[in-house]
């Protein structure tokens, strides 16, 4: 049973593993989206209106830079929406804002709703009722978008059908500390690895929840923003293409943002992108399956909507993988074939790797040098595999969770939205990471050496996920400070 148990998740990762050697191979052969990427620039009396969303909730620390970089924007037609359900001093600070940019000739408007129905989505299409724009520009707290980004988005509607452009996401802190280049290192290969070869193969692109640009009547035709996921995004972008809208994503463009600075911010992010979109896939498979779209849209849908589902296989084979080596090297195991065959997760290990280098060959002049950090990129995938197979439980048990937003510290460290302690996720991850590192010692003691650099991921990155706790619980006691 054991032995099926560890096959079986070892057979997910590769799956999906395989699916990013597919994607990597296909951005290799579609090199053609810098052309993709070309537009040819409107006469400012032919742009057409743009209502820029900003929806916000607690974001003290933020709000200003992100409004006034708004502002900013060098377009014509331009209305600002600050969609603001802050419960704090954030809506004096947006207020204050407000008046300011108004004073200049800056037609913006400072929205209050009494209530959070509905939550981010509930914000966006309480103020799509109220937008002037032909086009919805959307921007989260934590983006800093450059001053030319409509006039570089904008153009791509002329195409027909095009219903919602994506720019790349930046990082404005990548380099303050490893949790943030390892943020960065994931977020990169999404974009310049994973939507890019999507969109080359003609697979659905989906909108990533800020920094793009929507036309008006593409959300309305594909039934407004729901609140009935965490990843309103993600499910309104299926819905749209469902409906044969095109979706198109700007690699050359890129849209700075903060990334979360301490782990409790990260845990919140990434428990509701996982919860979400593994609620977007319930509710929205049966309708991919059953649309008139290409085979290859459904499967390649299939696998992003269900990509999270490597979680919970990674801490099968984090508590598998010690005791079927000692087993095999003690003669009691599945047997030599059994190995043999599993030694094909290769493949899947190959996908990965080169979902990474792709995207940092793609990103950046000195590519060759980032790629050595690959396996502490994998450790640290490796560590958030308890909290996000929590997260995917939930959205299988349709359990209702509220919207918890990223907290926000604007490159200053901790922020005082940082999420609650979860004291026994904490010691589970402390188990795991003891128990990891106890069978590394014990297949040394048996000289299992090809098994040992696989284990040694999983107990770096649990004894890593272990000393992160420590340090934002403790900061003080353990010597470590935040960064």
Not at 145 to 154: G, H, K, M, Q, T
Not at 194 to 205: D, L
Not at 278 to 288: I, V
Not at 307 to 333: C, F, K
Request: hydrophobic fraction near 50%; charged fraction near 20%; include cysteine.
């Amino acid at each position: 049973m054991v032995a099926v148990l560890y096959a079986a998740a070892m057979s997910v990762l590769v799956l999906y593993g395989i699916n990013l050697l597919w994607l990597s191979l296909q951005r290799a052969r579609h090199d053609s989206l810098k052309d993709r990427n070309r537009t040819c620039p409107i006469p400012d009396k032919e742009l057409p209106w743009v209502t820029v969303q900003i929806p916000l909730f607690n974001e003290a620390l933020v709000a200003r830079r992100v409004i006034d970089a708004c502002a900013a924007l060098d377009y014509p037609n331009l209305d600002i929406q600050v969609l603001d359900d802050s419960n704090d001093q954030t809506a004096d600070v947006v207020a204050d804002a407000v008046l300011h940019w108004k004073a200049r000739g800056v037609d913006i408007v400072h929205i209050r709703r009494a209530h959070r129905t509905g939550y981010k989505a509930g914000a966006l299409q309480n103020g799509l009722a109220r937008a002037r724009g032909s086009l919805i520009a959307i921007f989260d707290a934590d983006f800093v978008p450059n001053s030319d980004f409509l006039r570089r988005l904008v153009p791509k509607f002329e195409e027909p059908g095009v219903g919602m452009v994506q720019a790349r996401w930046g990082h404005l802190n990548a380099g303050l500390s490893m949790l943030t280049r390892l943020q960065a290192w994931a977020l990169d290969a999404h974009f310049a690895l994973e939507q890019a070869a999507r969109q080359a193969a003609g697979y659905f692109v989906n909108f990533n929840g800020t920094a793009g640009v929507w036309r008006t009547r593409c959300i309305h035709e594909a039934g407004g923003w729901h609140s009935d996921t965490l990843a309103e995004d993600v499910d309104l972008s299926y819905r749209a293409q469902l409906k044969g809208w095109r979706f198109l994503f700007m690699s050359n463009v890129e849209a700075p943002a903060e990334l979360p600075a301490t782990l409790s911010a990260l845990r919140a992010q990434q428990f509701r992108w996982t919860k979400g979109t593994a609620e977007a896939a319930r509710k929205l498979l049966t309708a991919l399956w059953r649309s008139k779209s290409l085979p290859g849209v459904k499967i390649e849908g299939t696998l992003h909507l269900t990509s999270h589902i490597v979680y919970p296989a990674l801490v099968v084979v984090a508590l598998l993988h010690a005791p079927l080596s000692l087993l095999e090297a003690r003669g009691s195991g599945p047997g030599p074939v059994y190995f043999a065959i599993l030694s094909l997760g290769l493949c899947g290990l190959l996908g990965f790797f080169l979902a990474q280098l792709f995207a940092q060959r793609a990103l950046y002049p000195d590519w060759h040098r980032r790629i050595w950090g690959f396996p502490v990129f994998m450790a640290g995938s490796m560590a958030l595999a308890i909290s996000n197979s929590k997260a995917l439980w939930q959205a299988l048990r349709r359990r209702v969770t509220p919207f918890e937003r990223t907290p926000k510290a604007a490159q200053h460290g901790r922020s005082p939205y940082d999420s609650q302690r979860a004291p026994l996720r904490a010691a589970l991850e402390g188990l795991l990471a003891i128990y990891c590192l106890a069978g590394l010692v014990a297949m040394g003691l048996e000289y299992i050496w090809l098994s040992m650099a696989f284990q040694a991921v999983f107990a770096f990155a649990y004894i890593a996920m272990t000393l992160y706790n420590m340090q934002e619980w403790f900061p003080t006691r353990t010597g470590l400070h935040t960064p």
